[in-house]
């Protein structure tokens, strides 16, 4: 794996001297010392000698950390609050790593080699870039350098909101419940609306095998049972806590999508208003881990569908 176009580290920097440097200068300094009351001339080649070891060590981590390459890669998902393995390449010597963006513990890694590295998100949206800090004092250990990176992943991650547990009440009619569209949804009077591809969460009982081979690409079976009911979920993410309102909307839609429902979400994102069906759980956490405060899409509600709005701008 070789790193991405807009990989970018910055200039090594000394950040720490360690005690064996320090004594090397202390000993230079007798030697220094002995050498001007003395007029020894071995002092002088001593002390040239331990003046090139510390100036060669002090100056060498510089340019390990400057041949060093670091690239990455990860999941498409994630969610916050858990564990996230993400897989690191590093060239050069070996170093020690601290993932920035997710305030990881310090790895030691064996450069060149690739290997995991597991992480926890705290914080929603999708990640295209790592902040990384390599550490090194190689190949004499009298002086230890830092060098920072922006390495970008190969593929974006979207990180979901933490799910808040949330009830998402259904009415449909008068008397139907959840628990009756449930069973009416499971019992085997589905009808087929139409197919399309196969995306990721979708189930494998869903695929519609007389389309995927006349196709040649697999095909999805999407349902409308007679009484299915219609959810529509507003998530405005411009009140006081957008956090907490993307955590309960999620809640919310995977409740409703237990149950059988069909599920409409509205959200913002970076290019604007967004209004779409989300089939399933990974696709409500795909669609939150990219909403942005802002005005919610709207779109075509139809007659007897239930509409939660969350959020919005407090007056």
Known sequence: MTPGPDSQGGFPRPIIVPKAAVILELIGLALFIVARTTGAGWDIVL?????????????????????????ARGP????????????????????????????SDWIRVDAPGTGPIVVTPQRRGVLTHLRVEVV???PLGLARWRRRFRVALTAPIDVAPRREPTRCPIVI?????????????NGGNDLTRGVREYVDGDPIRSVHWPATARTGTVMIRELEGPRRPHVVIIADLRGPDPELIASRAAGMADDALRHGARVDL????????????????????RRLAR???GPPGSGSIPHGATVHHLGGVVP
């Open 47 to 71: 002390l040239c000698g331990i003046i090139a070891v510390v100036l060669t060590g002090s100056a060498l981590p510089a340019f390990v950390l400057a041949r060093v390459t670091i690239a």
């Open 266 to 285: 509205a959200t913002a994102e970076a290019d604007g208003p967004r209004f779409g069906t989300v089939p399933s759980a990974l696709h409500v956490g």
């Open 136 to 138: 090194t004092a190689a």
């Open 291 to 293: 909403a942005v405060v």
């Open 173 to 185: 009619g008068d008397t139907l419940t959840p628990s009756d569209t449930e069973a009416t949804t």
């Open 76 to 103: 498409a998902d994630a969610t916050v609050g858990r564990p996230l393995p993400l897989t690191l390449s590093v060239t050069g010597r070996a170093v020690k790593i601290q993932i920035l963006t997710f305030d």
